[in-house]
């Protein structure tokens, strides 16, 4: 498998000494869903700022797609920056212009794409988003979920072939969570994007990633499939986690003696009643 980013021992410290990475190696393939799930301060926010060139290792090397990420080749970095979009956990610390419009199309025009190209590009990424309406009105007027809403737009209007999400649906309420994870489930099968996302929801993390990786004080101790991953009750425990609730559910059918044909787990709840209905 060819990997787009390579994390190989990699350590961090802030100044005051806060070893926030710690010897941490990963693998990230494309066109696939991640998530990284860990306690709060467990290093996913750190890392994900390695990954665009915002904090250097001070040990251990990262890759890009087999190529060695060197810190002094401003190009590079660049490029990295303008293929690694990054959505921070509080919007406000994402949107800085006057209109919601402004803000979106900052990043493309960065790019020196011709107006035309960003304008068509803008209003594209604003439907996807359901942020179009919003196109005129004042960027600190928005709700926190419509915020939410503009920072993914913005990274998406830079076509990055990775996108990065930290906490996103951190504040909202269970409807708008829905309406995030669902649009990054259209983003991902509309561009082939890779998407890595961290969440304290393991339900979340569960339903919708492909891969999981968990995260505890600055190390990646477990990674695999969540249905593997969240049945390992010594990694949970260890990084203050607990097995989602669906797999839970079927886990207790399985030791009652409960049988189904179906030949995969269900991941959401739809899934589950299907699910259910089908047990002998």
Known sequence: ?????????????????????KSLSMKIA??????IVGNNGAGKTTLFLHFNGVHQARQGELWYHGEKIDYKNSKQLKNLRK??????????????????YQDVSFGPGNLGWPEPVIRKKIEEVMRQTDTWELRDKATHFLSYGQKKRVSIAGVLAMEPEIIILDEP??????????????????????????????????????????????????????QGRPEDVFRKEDVLAKANLVKPWILEVCDHLAMSGKKNTQKSLPKTREELMAYLADIS
């Open 169 to 222: 649906t951190a504040g909202l309420d269970p409807v708008c969570s829905g309406q995030i994870m669902t649009l990054l489930n259209e983003v991902q099968k509309k561009t082939g994007a890779t998407i890595i996302f961290s969440t304290h929801n393991i339900d979340e993390a569960y339903a919708w990633a492909d891969y999981v990786f968990v995260m505890h004080d600055g190390q990646i101790i477990e």
């Open 1 to 21: 498998m060819r990997y787009i980013i390579e994390a190989a021992g990699i350590d961090f410290a802030y100044m005051d000494g806060t070893k926030a990475l």
């Open 83 to 100: 293929n690694i979009g990054v959505v921070f956990q509080n919007p406000d610390d994402q949107l800085f212009s006057a209109s919601v």
């Open 30 to 35: 494309g066109n696939q869903k991640y998530a």
